[in-house]
């Protein structure tokens, strides 16, 4: 089994790659028959287990009923070329269920949340985490982002609404 929750770990697992093709001798012991599963868990080191939950992969309904119970939706998608010109399907799922959201300053997303939207001031792990704790720490401005939010759900994701501008694609 290996899971790895969302970017968390990505860098360990990315030099436990790196060393197993570097390496030839873990080339021929690190494969499926000889691995049962990788698991990473950070949250009892950083001290954040009681606060969090790693869910793995989740889709549908399962995937709705988890993205509902958050008080903040964060959307780590990095400031690239590409990014900076896709809509987010976070953007759409969080707006429809009220989730107040946090996101690197991405064109589209800033388009699409507007003044709804809470935005890093820089594109580092740090400046995505600075609007996120401004948003924790206030109850009020966090409700009324995620009103906000949902406000805008039925223009941005409705069908009858969006289709002159695919169309005109």
């Known amino acids: 089994v290996y899971r790895i929750d969302h970017y968390l770990a990505k860098e360990t697992v990315l030099n436990l790659l790196a060393l197993r093709f570097a390496n030839s001798i873990f080339t021929t012991n690190w494969d499926h028959n000889t691995i049962d599963h990788v698991q990473i868990t950070v949250a009892e080191e950083v001290g954040i287990a009681g606060y969090i939950t790693f869910t793995g992969y989740l889709r549908g309904n399962d995937l709705l009923a988890a993205f509902s119970?958050?008080?903040i939706g964060v959307m780590p998608d990095p400031v690239?070329?590409?990014?900076?010109k896709i809509s987010m399907n976070k953007v759409f799922e969080y707006s429809a269920l009220g989730v107040p959201s946090v996101a690197y300053d991405l064109f589209?997303?800033?388009?699409?949340?507007?003044?709804?939207?809470?935005?890093a001031e820089d594109a580092t792990p740090?400046?995505?985490a600075r609007p996120c704790?401004?948003?924790n720490d206030d109850d009020k401005a966090r409700a009324e982002r995620g009103r906000a939010a949902k406000a805008l759900a039925p223009a941005s994701s409705d069908w009858a609404c969006e289709r002159e501008k695919y169309l005109a694609a």
């Open 133 to 135: 704790l401004t948003l």
């Open 69 to 71: 119970t958050f008080d």
């Open 126 to 128: 740090e400046g995505l």
């Open 108 to 119: 589209e997303t800033r388009r699409l949340l507007g003044p709804a939207g809470q935005f």
């Open 80 to 84: 690239n070329e590409y990014n900076d």
